[in-house]
């Protein structure tokens, strides 16, 4: 969606925002079966300060989310669900979220 050197600083944004930390914190808790909350609360009190900036690392440090993963290394980068993938590409267009209701509608 992103290459490596555009998309480091617009992926630690989009995470800094409320609104996916929320969204983030609500895919956790359905689909991460060792979410943790303690962890999740200190984030979303964090989020939408200009002072706080989170990473695809610590997000998964601290909540034990498994709808994100950053791996390091020549073949690294960050991998999302499709579900996070989409919202995330949501962000900076809108084409994107009609284009993943579509995709549910013909699916079920």
């Not at 989170?54 to 998964?60: E, Q, Y």
């Not at 601290?62 to 499709?82: D, E, F, S």
Request: glycine fraction near 14%; include cysteine.
């Amino acid at each position: 969606m992103l290459k490596a050197k555009d998309g480091g600083f617009f992926i630690s944004d989009w995470l800094r925002n409320r609104y996916t930390v929320e969204y983030l914190g609500i895919w956790g808790t359905v689909y991460s079966p060792d979410f943790n909350y303690g962890g999740f609360a200190i984030i979303k009190s964090q989020a939408g300060l200009n002072s706080y900036k989170l990473s695809v690392k610590d997000w998964v440090e601290k909540t034990n989310a498994i709808g994100l993963k950053a791996t390091a290394g020549r073949y690294g980068g960050t991998y999302a669900h499709p579900d996070i993938a989409f919202e995330f590409g949501g962000s900076f267009s809108v084409s994107v979220h009609a284009c993943h209701g579509s995709c549910r509608w013909s699916q079920g």
